[in-house]
């Protein structure tokens, strides 16, 4: 498994990605999967998509929404949003999931960690740095 897979994975699981009929309290699954946006992304400003209510994308296909969330992790770990190679799981997911959007970043940085680490087989904190994820992780 890649870091770009492992990352979109641990993304997916930790936004809940839950099917109807899984979680008697969401009978028609969770956000996430009727948008069939895996990530919970919003717009890119200045790109006119479909929305729903609350404002998060929604996307044709799950491929469609899959695709999208593999190339904003990408467009992070190449520098968007000033992140470094010197910068950290935590400092991604301050941008990915700000605290100013409700999330808390610092335990959603220890939930992926924790994944990471499970599923690239070396130990992931959210002090480590994106350079490292991509040396360990076979980016691709």
């Known amino acids: 498994m890649t ?10 699981r930790f936004e809940g990605w839950i099917p109807p009929g899984m ?10 999967w009727r948008n069939r946006n895996p990530g919970n992304l919003r717009p890119i400003p200045g790109l006119i998509v479909a929305t729903d209510s609350r404002g998060y ?10 695709t ?15 992140l470094t190679d010197d910068s950290t799981l935590r400092n991604f997911f301050d941008i990915y999931a700000p605290s100013d959007d409700d999330n808390d970043p610092n335990k ?12 690239l087989a070396v130990t992931i904190a959210p002090e480590t740095t994106l350079g490292y994820l991509k040396q360990v992780g076979a980016w691709r």
Do not use: C, M
Not at 3 to 11: Q, V
Not at 68 to 82: M, Q, R, V, W, Y
Not at 108 to 119: E, F, G, H, N
């Open 57 to 66: 994308r929604v996307f044709p296909s799950l491929a469609d929404g899959w």
């Open 108 to 119: 959603y940085a220890r939930q992926v960690a924790t994944w990471l680490s499970r599923d």
């Open 23 to 32: 979680d008697p309290k969401l009978p028609f699954g969770s956000t996430s």
């Open 68 to 82: 999208a969330l593999t190339n904003d992790i990408k467009a992070k770990f190449a520098g968007s949003h000033n």
């Open 3 to 12: 870091l770009l897979e492992a990352l979109a994975d641990s993304i997916q």
